[in-house]
């Protein structure tokens, strides 16, 4: 560092005045209405007084705004008027001497300096070093950024040393006109060498507020703060772990402040005639607030809600806002009994109170660990960085978690749970169904290679397998961290198994060892009806004659479902992926992880998770969550569509108008004009009366309200008997046309890749 020198020190003794210079010399001093002035005309370093105008203060404000005070030297030991003194002792350090020439304040350099000389930056640092000392390797001898108060400036670092315990944290003010040391502190805290910023409430000992971990990228739990107001740099070595932020603009200023509340702020300004405006606060947001939910629970939008597999301690208290009490379990853990883990994705992890951390694990391996140990609550990765990486294990309550909505890089939560609680509580005893060791399914399925997988689905994965008796077979193996796939391997072994029908796929036998939920189905040659109907050149494949032995096969198929079988089955999630083919095109219904079993005289059901797929939701369904026999109608009427153009429902476009699917087939069907909506490919195959009769049944079974749908067994008659008189569709569900510019364009022959599942998730008041 380069230091220029001065041999005078010009001092102008006027009220309201500043040194000509920056810096002070020795044998020289500062008194009331003397200030020294950084070369920038930014910062000012002056006595000064605020509420109780008796009392007196040395400190650095902003030149524009002298009411904005960011350092304070002698908050602890005010001066009782205004005859304090700023010079230097004979040690060369800075002293502040009240009028009795008693010492207020000393900077309490580390060496005794020979020609001491204090200089306040353009940084706001006041800095002291010897000028007798020419070497350019000289470091300060002391410095004001090594004494934070209540406010953190660029260049100044929040800091612990982990070996030696030496801190520089933020103390707020006791309050707005008083600057000695107040109730909040906001410090980093490195337990078990994961740091993370907290503020604590020193008069309680209580924490308010806290950033989250670090995760090798960033604060989990704060924003992202890199911007032009500033740009963070943190530090993590075994000596010393620190955070600062520069400003690379000269005309913005920046300062964080802790003020008197406990409330954390980034302050901004581009203007040097007006007080720095408030960009940020921390806590700002009700789930900011440490413990807000107490334990196990999470922070949603200002709600709390106990973590799967828990419930509130106090009911009462949770009705009417008071979450304190937290969360226990509704079953308690049992490590000889399966147990698993549910995943919490995009959440702040719980605070690091009983934990531990081994940074040369993998997730797996972490897994593992976590498992047997049968105190070990949760776990996750330490870092995000490269895929992920560390293990986290806590062994207590879970404390201070809040959903992160929209974030990236941050890392899942794994809680571990009883067996019942995951749906995996399911006993061999209980199947009726061939059971196939893990081993043989490995083997089957060159352990489970990517060159075998047939599609990835909202499941898990299906692949192609080759049994050792030659057999082809489809093997789903289910998500893990997925209880959608969980509910559905309970469906389709407890309750689909007992259903046969040549238009259902066949489920020929199941896996349950370990964590393990393996269905393995019979072999379906033709993959899916949206693989071949929705592709250009596949879709020749399918003449009309074929289409409609499909279109039969599907209703005959959920005539079983809905009439004919033991059991009254809702399918849920009818749509052109769900239907395989086999080697003759035949086709099968599958995937029944959605589906629902209805008694003899239930009519109507209804649920708060609305699962399925866009396009083919019935309307009360998607809306209300109410499901019945007539919401696989709608379904079927998607597909009969469908499977007539050739064209999704979700994605259709024209350039007349921008209604979907269904709404343009009612408009054409009103105008006399029903047969323009047929698949062009189909030209040279098609029967006119069963087309046109095929798309009329559709617009019925897709009419807005289920009343006026027909059963399955209604649509099959009129489908096959041609001199039927059909009754006049209504307007279909959905009848509005969108804003252009959401519609993706696609009349949906150049994809033929499955759906996304989408989840509707919908808020009832109890």
Not at 29 to 34: C, F
Not at 515 to 530: C, D, G
Request: charged share 20%; with cysteine; hydrophobic share 40%.
């Amino acid at each position: 560092m380069v230091k220029i020198t001065f041999s005078i020190f010009i001092i102008i003794p006027k009220i309201g005045l500043s040194f000509a210079a920056d810096f002070l010399g020795m044998n020289s001093s500062i008194s009331h209405g003397e200030t020294l002035v950084s070369s920038d005309q930014t910062f000012e370093l002056g006595f000064f007084t605020l509420g109780n105008f008796n009392m007196s203060y040395l400190g650095i404000w902003y030149k524009f705004s002298p009411d904005t005070v960011v350092w304070v030297a002698n908050r602890n030991n005010p001066l009782a008027d205004h005859k304090g003194v700023l010079t230097f002792n004979n040690a060369g350090n800075l002293v502040i001497l009240n009028r009795l020439n008693g010492v207020v304040w000393s900077s309490k350099s580390s060496r005794i300096l020979q020609n001491p000389i204090a200089q306040l930056l353009d940084s706001g640092n006041l800095v002291l070093w010897d000028d007798f000392v020419l070497s350019s390797d000289e470091t300060y001898s002391w410095q004001s950024f090594d004494y934070p108060s209540d406010t953190l400036l660029a260049g100044m670092k929040l800091l612990l040393n982990p070996k030696t315990g030496l801190e520089r944290c933020l103390t707020a003010w006791k309050s707005m006109d008083d600057p000695s040391p107040g109730d909040y502190v906001h410090r980093l805290n490195y337990n078990q060498g994961l740091p993370q910023f907290e503020t604590v409430q020193l008069n309680v000992h209580r924490k308010t507020f806290r950033t989250g971990q670090w995760n090798g990228v960033q604060f989990v739990g704060i924003p992202n703060l890199s911007s032009p107001a500033g740009v963070p740099l943190f530090v993590q070595s075994e000596t010393e772990i620190s955070f600062m932020f520069e400003v690379h603009d000269k005309q913005l200023f920046s300062r964080i402040k802790l003020n008197s509340l406990g409330v954390l702020q980034l302050l901004v300004n581009r203007s040097r005639t007006a007080t720095l405006n408030v960009k940020l606060e921390f806590p700002s947001d009700p789930c900011d607030f440490y413990g807000r939910c107490g334990a196990n629970a999470i922070c949603r939008c200002s709600l709390c809600e106990c973590v799967k597999g828990f419930m509130p301690k106090s009911p009462d208290k949770w009705a009417v806002g008071d979450f304190s009490s937290g969360c226990h379990r509704t079953i308690p853990t049992n490590c000889s009994k399966g147990e698993g883990f549910w995943k919490i994705e995009v959440v702040k992890l719980p605070d690091l109170l009983e934990v531990t951390l081994d940074r040369r694990m993998n997730l797996k391996e972490c897994k593992d660990v976590c498992s047997k140990n049968c105190s070990c609550v949760a776990y996750a990765n330490s870092d995000v960085r490269g895929g992920g990486s560390g293990c986290l294990m806590w062994f207590g309550d879970l404390i201070d978690m809040k959903a992160l909505e929209g974030w990236n890089r941050v890392q899942s939560l794994y809680v571990r749970l009883s067996a019942s609680e995951l749906g995996l509580e399911i006993t061999k005893e209980d199947i009726d169904l061939p059971l196939y060791d893990l081993a043989t399914i490995k083997s089957a399925t060159s352990n489970f290679s990517i060159g075998n997988m047939i599609r990835l689905g909202g499941f898990g994965a299906v692949y192609k397998g080759n049994l050792s008796t030659g057999q082809l077979v489809a093997v789903k193996r289910l998500s893990k961290s997925s209880m959608q796939g969980l509910e559905e391997f309970k469906n389709e072994v407890l309750l689909i198994a007992q259903l046969q029908h040549r238009n259902l796929v066949g489920l020929l036998g199941c896996c349950i060892e370990g964590e393990e939920r393996i269905l393995l189905y019979e072999y379906m040659e033709n993959k899916s009806l949206n693989y071949l109907i929705f592709d250009q050149e596949k879709s020749l494949l399918l003449t009309w004659q074929r289409r409609f032995d499909i279109i039969i096969g599907i209703a005959r198929g959920l005539l079983y479902l809905h009439q004919d079988s033991k059991l009254q089955v809702i399918h849920r999630d009818l749509k052109a992926s769900n239907i395989l083919l086999d080697g003759d095109l035949n086709p099968k219904i599958s995937d029944f992880g959605l589906a629902r079993i209805f008694g003899a005289n239930e009519k109507e059901g209804r649920t708060k998770r609305v699962i399925g797929t866009y396009g083919y939701m019935s309307p009360e369904y998607a809306m209300d969550g109410k499901f019945s026999l007539k919401s696989d109608i709608y379904s079927f009427g998607v597909l009969l569509l469908e499977i007539v153009s050739g064209k999704r429902n979700r994605g259709f476009s024209h350039p007349s108008h921008h209604h979907n699917l269904l709404s343009h087939a009612w408009l054409l069907w009103s105008d006399g004009r029903a047969l323009e909506m047929m698949d062009e490919c189909l030209h040279s195959s098609f029967d006119r009366t069963q087309v046109e009769r095929c798309i009329q049944v559709g617009l019925l079974c897709v009419q807005k309200f289920p009343e006026d749908r027909p059963a399955i067994s209604s649509t099959i008659y009129m489908i096959l008997n041609s001199g039927l008189v059909l009754p006049k569709p209504k307007e279909p569900g959905f009848f509005i046309e969108r804003n252009s510019k959401y519609s993706d364009g696609a009349s949906s022959k150049s994809d033929s890749h499955t759906q996304n599942l989408v989840t509707l998730t919908m808020l009832e008041g109890r």
